[in-house]
């Protein structure tokens, strides 16, 4: 009976420490919201805003957005002094998908975002110079 109760509690425990992963399809449940904010590869962000449940985020500077960004996305310059107040206009409730030019800015937008409430995050590891270099789809 101690050998049972024994591995039911090992059981137990592992199912808690590894319950959460890094799969960006996984949610980590907190309370009554998901919450998930993660990096994620080109293909897997092509996949993810192709459900168009959310807003793409393109976070550089108009000078670089004028050279092309991904179809659809809306551009709210990370380095503009009214940043956080137009980030804060948008669907906290929705998926937000972040990107710019390498992956700094966005990654740096994703903290501020999480910080002020955004539920679910998802930011383009390496930029839009990596989607570029995948061949993806860019609007002019």
Do not use: Q
């Amino acid at each position: 009976m101690r050998k049972v109760k024994a591995i039911f509690v090992v059981v137990f425990i592992c199912f808690g420490l590894f319950s959460c992963s890094d799969n960006p399809y996984d949610m980590c449940h907190t309370g009554s919201v998901d919450v998930i904010y993660n990096n994620v590869d080109a293909a897997t962000f092509k996949l993810l805003i192709e459900k168009k449940d959310g807003v793409v985020v393109d976070l550089r500077k108009p000078e670089e957005v004028v050279l092309g960004k991904i179809e659809g996305s809306i551009n709210l310059d990370y380095s503009n002094h009214d940043f956080k107040k137009k980030v804060l206009h948008l669907d906290k409730s929705k998926p937000v998908y972040v990107y710019c030019e390498s992956g700094g800015r966005s990654g740096r937008a994703m903290s501020k975002m999480r910080k002020v409430g955004f539920k679910i995050i998802y930011n383009l590891d390496g930029g839009f110079s990596t989607w570029k270099s995948c061949g993806y789809p860019i609007e002019i």
